[in-house]
């Protein structure tokens, strides 16, 4: 390429020697001599341009949302049948734990442990099988709220499979007050709870309630929409 620019070059020169007198610009001739001499190979000129106006990387897709938990359907055994049977069309099901799964009823005894109840434990379980189960707690802090996940978590209660539940579906409170705006959040087609204080406040919200109290006698009993039983096996009858 060289070359052939300096070959160029010497015909321009021989051309203004031989031209006659003002024939021809020496100024615009020798420019174009100049400019064909430092010019860069026109070749490289596609590239530049083609990196320069490079098309950005896609972002990419949001991610889905997850799917709701599937039911796992009932069990065969008597307990699955009489749960399936209570619980029918309660596509979601809230429950209060102090005095329902655990034995402590107070937050301050749930400082110290929290004693899950064996046959209460089998019942959430066929729960949990057949509906979307929230667990609530009221708790002073977060020691209480460790020690009833720890209580939870050893139970096995905790986990993705078929009568097990979510471990974010376990929530917190740090007031009795605080766990009707919860459960009305959720907005359950069934609340269990250990307090009468918090079914009285959330009667009048929901379609259905259960009290369990150990005073409320073998056959149970209520009015309205919320039902009494002296524990969570009793209310299903097996």
Same mark, same amino acid.
């Given at each position: 390429m060289a070359s052939?620019?300096?070959?160029?070059c010497n015909k321009l020169v021989q051309l203004l020697q031989t031209a006659p007198r003002g024939a021809l610009s020496i100024t615009g001739i020798l420019g174009l001599a100049l400019l064909l001499g430092r010019a860069p190979p026109s070749s490289t000129a596609p590239a530049v341009a083609a990196s320069r106006h490079t098309a950005p990387a896609s972002s990419p897709a949001p991610s889905a949302s997850p799917a709701p938990r599937a039911s796992a359907g009932a069990s065969a055994t008597p307990l699955g049948r009489a749960v399936a049977a209570q619980l029918a069309g309660a596509k979601r099901v809230t429950l209060s734990l102090p005095g329902v799964l655990l034995a402590e009823s107070s937050p301050a005894q749930l400082q110290e442990s929290a004693s899950v109840r064996p046959e209460a434990l089998e019942a959430v379980r066929e729960m949990a099988r057949v509906s979307d189960v929230y667990l609530v707690a009221h708790v002073e802090d977060d020691v209480g709220e460790a020690v009833v996940a720890g209580a939870l978590?050893?139970?096995? $209660?905790l986990g993705g499979g078929p009568g097990q539940v979510a471990p974010h579906h376990v929530l917190c409170c740090s007031t009795l007050d605080g766990k009707v705006p919860i459960?009305?959040? $959720?907005?359950?087609d069934l609340h269990v709870d250990g307090h009468v204080v918090s079914v009285d406040e959330l009667k009048r919200f929901l379609p259905r309630l259960l009290l369990v109290r150990e005073d409320a006698g073998s056959g149970g009993g209520g009015s309205g929409n919320v039902g009494v039983a002296p524990s969570l096996r009793a209310?299903?009858?097996a």
């Open positions: 052939g620019l300096a070959g160029l978590e050893a139970a096995g $209660l459960v009305r959040q $959720l907005d359950p209310f299903f009858g």
